[in-house]
């Protein structure tokens, strides 16, 4: 267990619906990522917040965004869905930034139908 | 721009004999670092371990150890008398500056299969 938390664990919907996907980090990390595993793109980094301010995106669509709250916790909210956004969602988090040793949680697996 | 390169898709050996994972890395950057996880079919992403680019001292860790070469810019990882148990999906990954973004760049990964 790495300490990291993810709800859902499944989640199901329609194309053209909105999900929400929520982390915890690991008790004291600061830095929250997000990560989307498909079949044809593999493991790919979406965003990354420290502290709760943005300080990187990587290949997030526009129909993605993510926040992170005061208590540190991780929302990426996922809008007009598409069939291609079937994946498997992961959250890390790490103490701080820069090249840190990031610890995953158990992912969200996304259905879009 | 940063790239992780793992050729064997697939590895499927008997239990007890040992095998190595390759990796190879790319990126133009002098400081990063190295890491490798493992994803068994529960899932979940397991961290292994992290390695940074001024420390080319190989590692041992019970039965898994990990190679470290700058010259031919490789990081790969060996099973020793593999079990069952190491069956997974392992994967290479890198942390450098490019863009300022502290995310990993992914291989696509090892499947490997121990088979009894």
């Known amino acids: 267990d790495s300490g990291v938390t993810q709800t859902p664990k499944h989640l199901i919907t329609a194309t053209g619906q909105r999900v929400t996907l929520r982390c915890s980090p690991r008790s004291g990390d600061l830095s929250v990522y997000w990560y989307q595993q498909s079949l044809d793109q593999g493991l790919q980094f979406l965003i990354q917040?420290?502290?709760?301010?943005?300080?990187a995106k990587g290949n997030i669509l526009e129909r993605f965004s993510a926040q992170q709250f005061p208590d540190l916790h991780s929302e990426l909210n996922l809008s007009s869905l598409e069939l291609g956004d079937s994946a498997l969602y992961f959250c890390?988090?790490?103490?701080?930034?820069?090249?840190?040793?990031?610890?995953f949680g158990p992912g969200t697996r996304l259905l879009v139908l | 721009a940063q790239k992780v390169t793992q050729a064997q898709t697939e590895i499927s050996v008997v239990e007890k004999e040992d095998v190595t994972l390759d990796c190879v890395y790319e990126?133009?950057?002098?400081?990063?670092?190295l890491f490798w996880y493992k994803q068994p079919p529960s899932g979940e992403l397991v961290f292994l371990i992290r390695?940074?680019?001024?420390?080319?001292q190989n590692e041992i860790s019970g039965r898994y150890s990990w190679n470290f070469q700058k010259s031919t810019s490789s990081f790969n990882f060996t099973i020793t008398a593999s079990q069952v148990v190491d069956s997974a999906v392992y994967f290479c990954a890198l942390s450098d500056n490019g863009g300022g973004a502290d995310g990993l760049t992914f291989g696509k990964g090892t499947h490997l299969i121990i088979q009894p």
């Open positions: 990126t133009r950057d002098t400081t990063y670092y």
């Open positions: 390695r940074n680019s001024f420390d080319e």
């Open positions: 917040y420290y502290n709760g301010e943005e300080r």
């Open positions: 890390a988090s790490s103490a701080r930034q820069g090249r840190e040793t990031q610890y």
